[in-house]
C-alpha cells in the first residue's frame, strides 16, 4: 500500500425516507432557535412547508437563491438575516440554494442545515462558487462547510427525471476524478467506487420508474458519497473544463458535466490506467466509452451543441481551459484540450 494522508471534513449527515422530521431536533441541536430558511422561487411552497414544519424555530423564508450565487442575491439575504435577526439558516433545494446558505456562512458563521433535493453534493464541501460582474470565483473555507445534512429520498421523489439524470452525472464526475486525484486516499477511493456503483445501480430505474423509493435512496446516497469525495481531494481536468465553460459560455451546469464526463475520463484513461481500473470494470471495461454508452441508455444529453455552443466558441474554451497550468493524471497541452473539445461538441463517442 503506497502511503497516504487522509483528512475528512466533519459532517453530521442524517440520511433516510422521512428524516426531514428530524429538522426541528437538527435546529436545536446546533443550539440555533431563529432558523431563515432558504429555497429558489420555483420551491417556494416546499420552503413554506418546511418553515411551517419548524414552527416557532423558524422566522421566515427567503426563495430568491438563484444558480452561479451572484454576489448581489446574498446581499440582499444577509439584509434579510439581519433584519430578522437568524441565527441559522435552512437551505432546501439543490446546488444553487445551498450556495446561498454557504455564501451567508461564510460572511457570518451561521451554521447551516442543508436538505438537498438534487445530487449535486455542494452539502458536503468547503466550497463556495459565486459570481460578481459576470466573473465566478471560488473560495475555499472551513466556515463554508454545512454543519448537518438531511437527506431523505421522499425530497427527490419529485426530481424530474431528465435532471436526475444530469444531475446523478455531475456527481459521478466528482468520484471519477477523485479516483485519481494525487491527494486521494484509500477511504475517498472506496466512497467514489460505491458512489459510481450506487448510479449506475440507481439512474436506469428511475429513468423507468421516477418514483422508485429504493432508486431514490440509492441515488441520493451515491450523491453523498460522491459529494464527499469531491470535498476531500483535488479535482482536475474535467472540473476545470466545465467550470470554464460554465463560466465564459454560460452552458448549465449539470448538463455541462454529464456531456463532459465520458469524454475527460477517455483523456486520462491510459494515464490513470490502474487508478481508473475497478470504475472501468463498473462500466464494462472502457472508462471512457462505457460512461458514454451508460449515459446514452439513461437519455443524458451527449454533445455540447445542444448548449448553444457553435463550433468557433471551442478556439476560445482551449484557450482558457489551458491559459493556467493545472495538474492533471495526463499532461495538458492546447491541440489535444482543443481535439476533445471537438469531440464533445459533436458528440461521438470515445474509446
Ligand atoms: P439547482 O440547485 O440550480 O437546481 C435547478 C432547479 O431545479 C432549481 O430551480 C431548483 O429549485 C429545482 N429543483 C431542485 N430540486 C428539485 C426537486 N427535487 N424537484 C423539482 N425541482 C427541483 O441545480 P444543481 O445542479 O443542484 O446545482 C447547481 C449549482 O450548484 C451550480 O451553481 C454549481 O456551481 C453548484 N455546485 C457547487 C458545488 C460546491 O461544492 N460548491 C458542488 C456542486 C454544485
Same mark, same amino acid.
Given at each position: 500500500m503506497k502511503s497516504f494522508t487522509y483528512a475528512g471534513n466533519p459532517a453530521r449527515i442524517l440520511f433516510g425516507s422521512g428524516r426531514i422530521a428530524d429538522v426541528r431536533s437538527a435546529v436545536e441541536t446546533l443550539g440555533c432557535t431563529r432558523a431563515l430558511v432558504l429555497s429558489t422561487p420555483h420551491q417556494t411552497a416546499d420552503a413554506q412547508a418546511l418553515s411551517d414544519r419548524l414552527g416557532a424555530l423558524s422566522v421566515g423564508v427567503f426563495p430568491g437563491a438563484v444558480m452561479h450565487t %451572484?454576489?448581489?442575491v446574498t446581499e440582499k439575504a444577509l439584509e434579510v438575516v439581519k433584519d430578522k435577526a437568524a441565527d441559522c439558516v435552512v437551505s432546501l433545494g439543490g446546488g444553487s440554494t445551498t450556495g446561498l446558505g454557504k455564501? &451567508?456562512?461564510?460572511?457570518?458563521?451561521? @451554521?447551516?442545515?442543508v436538505i438537498p433535493t438534487t445530487y449535486?453534493?455542494?452539502?458536503?464541501? @468547503?466550497?463556495? =462558487?459565486?459570481?460578481?460582474?459576470? #466573473?465566478? !470565483? !471560488?473560495? #475555499?473555507? $472551513?466556515?463554508?462547510? @454545512?454543519?448537518?445534512?438531511?437527506?431523505? @429520498?421522499?425530497? !427527490?421523489? #419529485?426530481? /424530474?427525471? =431528465? *435532471?436526475?439524470? !444530469?444531475?446523478?452525472?455531475?456527481? *459521478?464526475?466528482?468520484?471519477?476524478?477523485?479516483?485519481?486525484?494525487?491527494?486521494r486516499n484509500p477511504?475517498?477511493?472506496? *466512497?467514489?467506487?460505491?458512489?459510481?456503483?450506487?448510479?449506475?445501480?440507481s439512474l436506469p430505474v428511475l429513468v423507468k420508474s421516477p418514483d422508485d423509493p429504493d432508486a431514490r435512496a440509492e441515488a441520493?446516497?451515491?450523491?453523498w458519497l460522491c459529494g464527499t469525495v469531491l470535498g476531500t481531494v483535488g479535482m482536475a481536468l474535467h472540473h476545470k473544463i466545465c467550470h470554464t465553460l460554465g463560466g465564459s459560455f454560460d452552458t448549465p451546469h449539470a448538463e455541462t458535466h454529464?456531456? *463532459?464526463? /465520458?469524454?475527460?475520463?477517455?483523456?486520462?484513461?491510459?494515464?490513470?490506467?490502474e487508478e481508473l481500473a475497478a470504475a472501468a470494470e463498473l462500466f464494462g471495461g472502457s472508462i471512457? +466509452?462505457?460512461?458514454?454508452?451508460?449515459?446514452?441508455? &439513461? +437519455? $443524458? %444529453?451527449?454533445?455540447?451543441?445542444?448548449? +448553444? &455552443?457553435?463550433e468557433a466558441d471551442l478556439d476560445r474554451a482551449a484557450d482558457i481551459a489551458t491559459e493556467n497550468p493545472y495538474w492533471n493524471p495526463r499532461p495538458i497541452d492546447r491541440v489535444s484540450i482543443r481535439t476533445l473539445l471537438q469531440q464533445a461538441w459533436e458528440g461521438v463517442r470515445p474509446d
Open positions: %451572484p454576489v448581489d455564501a &451567508i456562512a461564510y460572511r457570518t458563521d451561521l @451554521p447551516q442545515v449535486a453534493g455542494s452539502e458536503v464541501t @468547503p466550497i463556495l =462558487g459565486q459570481t460578481e460582474g459576470g #466573473r465566478k !470565483t !471560488t473560495v #475555499r473555507n $472551513a466556515s463554508i462547510l @454545512p454543519e448537518v445534512v438531511i437527506y431523505d @429520498p421522499d425530497l !427527490t421523489l #419529485r426530481l /424530474p427525471v =431528465g *435532471m436526475s439524470v !444530469t444531475s446523478g452525472l455531475n456527481a *459521478m464526475a466528482h468520484a471519477v476524478e477523485g479516483l485519481y486525484a494525487q491527494d477511504v475517498s477511493t472506496l *466512497m467514489a467506487l460505491d458512489g459510481l456503483r450506487a448510479f449506475r445501480d441520493l446516497y451515491g450523491a454529464a456531456v *463532459m464526463l /465520458p469524454h475527460t475520463a477517455a483523456f486520462n484513461a491510459e494515464a490513470a490506467k471512457g +466509452g462505457g460512461l458514454w454508452d451508460f449515459a446514452k441508455s &439513461i +437519455g $443524458a %444529453p451527449l454533445s455540447l451543441k445542444d448548449f +448553444g &455552443i457553435v
